[in-house]
């Protein structure tokens, strides 16, 4: 017989249960730590319940980054929410967005980036990684100069700002041979704008 203490939920709670399991296990160890038989055993279940959830390993971790990619809008939509009606003011939004979470939730903001394999077939993930690009895209719209691709203000753009929370996040702003030390992001995005503005007038006149 079931020890009463292993029996699966029946109250739907199994899932939250485990993908919670799931994100301590990577705050404490990493990617390489995740294990479904851990996660059940600090769910107090089973090691065979989370298969009522999840086939393997790779699911219990596309469920994790799911949660990790509503996070992340969650945070851009936030800073958004309260900028002003300018296309510059927006966009400083979402990056400082972007900088938020990757502070505090830093275990997943390396997991969703980690070039781990998940399951893009997972209707959860997908709606949530594709919802989390569509903000920057519907941002940086009204910002791309005339005459080039969306796709080059948008990878520019994350490039810039998820470069800098990442290196942010190792420490790197730290380097005493910065000189007089660490730029702020607003200054970053200054000559971006600058630049951009640049290109629009260059484009315009040719």
């Known amino acids: 017989m079931t020890n009463a203490s292993k029996s699966r939920p029946r109250d739907g709670t199994l899932r939250t ?13 990493g990617p390489d730590g995740l294990s479904l038989r851990e ?19 790779m699911g219990l971790s596309t469920a994790i980054a799911a949660r990790g990619y509503r996070l992340f809008c969650d945070a851009m939509l ?35 980036f980690s070039g781990q394999k998940f399951n893009e077939n997972d209707q ?21 100069p005339a ?18 929370a990442h290196l942010a996040m190792t420490r790197k702003k730290d380097n005493p041979k910065l000189g007089r030390g660490w730029p702020e992001l607003d200054a970053l995005l200054s000559h971006l704008r600058n ?12």
């Open 17 to 29: 249960k485990l993908v919670d399991a799931g994100v301590e296990l990577l705050r404490d160890r």
């Open 39 to 57: 996660c059940a055993a600090m769910a107090g279940v089973s090691h065979a319940a989370p298969g009522y959830h999840f086939k393997n390993l």
């Open 78 to 112: 936030a800073r958004r929410d309260k900028a002003g009606p300018a296309p510059f003011e927006r966009l400083s939004a979402i990056c400082h967005g972007y900088l938020d979470y990757a502070a505090g939730h830093p275990e997943l903001f390396l997991f969703i």
């Open 124 to 144: 959860d993930f997908c709606e949530a990684s594709s919802k989390a690009y569509s903000i920057l895209r519907e941002t940086c719209a009204p910002l791309v």
């Open 147 to 164: 005459g080039t691709e969306i796709e080059e203000t948008e990878i520019l753009i994350w490039s810039l700002v998820h470069g800098y």
């Open 195 to 206: 630049a951009l503005s640049a290109q629009s007038a260059y484009n315009a006149r040719n």
